[in-house]
């Protein structure tokens, strides 16, 4: 009988022992990344293998805007983020053109990756890209 007592009380401890370790383990995962910012990447042109620069900033207002290699603006647009798909629209400065995007944007990585765009109101057809926050 005693050692059925003992027995209990040291299964008792252990468990109690195994449940506060596991309750007690912070998170240490990385925090999520948000879309406001500025994200660098490069954009190809159906047809042309041809890697060029592309810088979007992000902004809470849901307005963005393009940047060249030199950090100059170079147009202009607007963004919704719905679950993890991005799509927005732009136009270049002096350029009447509108054109439409898709992609998808992992909180995780800060990558913006799956990107198309065409002209408004297509998302494709004109070129791919992918983004990573900086």
Not at 66 to 91: K, Q, R
Request: with cysteine; glycine share 10%.
């Amino acid at each position: 009988m005693k050692t059925l007592k003992k027995l209990t009380l040291l299964s008792c401890l252990v468990l109690g022992l195994s449940f506060l370790t596991f309750s007690c383990k912070k998170d240490t995962s990385a925090p999520l990344k948000t879309l406001d910012g500025k994200f660098v990447g490069n954009y190809k042109v159906t047809g042309d293998p041809t890697n060029y620069y592309l810088s979007f900033s992000f902004y809470a207002d849901k307005t963005l805007k393009i940047y060249d290699e030199n950090n100059l603006m170079v147009g202009a647009g607007t963004w919704l983020l719905t679950g993890d798909v991005l799509t927005g629209e732009f136009a270049y400065t002096g350029n009447q053109t509108q054109f439409s995007f898709t992609s998808i944007f992992d909180t995780k990585t800060g990558i913006v990756s799956s990107g198309t765009w065409g002209f408004n109101p297509n998302v494709s057809g004109l070129a791919t890209f992918t983004m990573t926050k900086q």
